[in-house]
T-cell receptor, first 109, second 114 residues
Framework: LAKTTQPISMDSYEGQEVNITCSHN???????ITWYQQFPSQGPRFIIQ???TKVTNEVASLFIPADRKSSTLSLPRVSLSDTAVYYC??????????FGKGTRLHILP | KAGVTQTPRYLIKTRGQQVTLSCSPI?????VSWYQQTPGQGLQFLFE???????NKGNFPGRFSGRQFSNSRSEMNVSTLELGDSALYLC?????????????FGPGTRLTVL
């Protein structure tokens, strides 16, 4: 399973766009990139998943460069309720699932 | 449709006891994964079951075990409890392999070992 590296924490302000980058230098050909969000005392919640280029859904965008050695989760116009821990996962169906420590995002008013 | 349910939600045990936690996945989901979450170690993978077979296992001692039934419901068991087993235990279900499919998490069982 490809190891991932994310910033431990980030601060931003309401209304801003937030970009969280995850490095995964050893990503394998069959690996997908998945992001989860977790609020305190709750289980993680799926945000977005991608394999290459760009994926967009109603809550976020995921940008993946051609070499796939990193990925960037983009949250448009964040609000206080986006304060959470964000996890980047990389792997495929045969892998153990490693969440890591995630990125603690703190949105300020 | 109903989400993932876990029972009990809270549990207090003493060292040396054993505990069984239950997870009911979303209807139609065949994969169930279990995680342990603590402030110090974060969210750690315990094991994944698919169609009653353990597909993957994390780095936990043999005191941690699990099983999955034909209706996809799963249980995990921790024997000879230690203080360090105090944690939030989360269960997640997905249609197939958990890494390539969206996982849906339950509310968790908070276990306290005294």
């Amino acid at each position: 399973l490809a190891k991932t590296t994310q910033p431990i924490s980030m601060d931003s302000y309401e209304g801003q766009e937030v970009n969280i980058t995850c490095s995964h230098n050893n990503i394998a050909t069959n690996d997908y990139i998945t992001w989860y969000q977790q609020f305190p005392s709750q289980g993680p919640r799926f945000i977005i998943q991608g394999y290459k280029t760009k994926v967009t859904n109603e809550v976020a965008s995921l940008f993946i460069p051609a070499d796939r050695k990193s990925s960037t989760l983009s949250l448009p116009r964040v609000s206080l309720s986006d304060t959470a821990v964000y996890y980047c996962l990389v792997g495929n169906r045969d892998d153990k699932i490693i969440f890591g420590k995630g990125t603690r995002l703190h949105i300020l008013p | 449709k109903a989400g993932v349910t876990q029972t009990p939600r809270y549990l207090i045990k003493t060292r040396g006891q054993q505990v069984t936690l239950s997870c009911s996945p979303i209807s139609g989901h065949r994969s169930v994964s279990w995680y342990q979450q603590t402030p110090g170690q974060g969210l750690q993978f315990l094991f994944e079951y698919f169609s009653e077979t353990q597909r993957n296992k994390g780095n936990f001692p043999g005191r941690f075990s699990g099983r999955q039934f034909s209706n996809s419901r799963s249980e995990m068991n921790v024997s000879t409890l230690e203080l360090g087993d105090s944690a939030l235990y989360l269960c997640a279900s997905s249609r197939a392999s958990s890494l390539n499919n969206e996982q849906f998490f339950g509310p968790g069982t908070r276990l306290t070992v005294l």
